[in-house]
Nanobody, 125 residues
Framework: QVQLVESGGGLVEAGGSLRLSCAAS????????MGWFRQARGKEREFVAA????????SYADSVKGRFTISRDNTKNTMYLQMNSLKPEDTAVYYC??????????????????WGQGTQVTVSS
């Protein structure tokens, strides 16, 4: 019952930073757990980061831990992914996902009911 729209993607140089945003059509506070997934060309979609409904609990894929930061501002119905020290291997379409299923934080695509259309992130070497 929520529409998600990603934005903020683009072309950046290796080592640079980019912040992705995911705007929800309805208030996310106390309703949806959210996460970011990405799919590189020729690869399967993979988990990137997730955040609990309150924003208090986060989870990261090992490949991005220490470089990416997930957060949410429920007053703005928006989730963010701050990406620093970007690498060419981070190049992918990044998808925003949300779920009102009874879990706090999940790394599994199966647990997310709603998905955005994705935003392209390209990191040049």
């Amino acid at each position: 019952q929520v529409q998600l729209v990603e934005s903020g993607g683009g072309l950046v140089e290796a080592g640079g930073s980019l912040r992705l945003s995911c705007a929800a059509s309805r208030r996310t506070s106390d309703n949806y757990a959210m996460g970011w997934f990405r799919q590189a060309r020729g690869k399967e979609r993979e988990f990137v980061a997730a955040v609990s409904r309150s924003g208090g609990i986060t989870s990261y894929a090992d490949s991005v831990k220490g470089r990416f930061t997930i957060s949410r501002d429920n007053t703005k119905n928006t989730m963010y992914l701050q990406m620093n020290s970007l690498k060419p291997e981070d190049t992918a379409v990044y998808y925003c996902a949300a779920s009102n299923l009874p879990f706090g934080v999940s790394r599994s695509m199966t647990n997310y009911e709603y998905w955005g259309q994705g935003t392209q992130v390209t990191v040049s070497s």
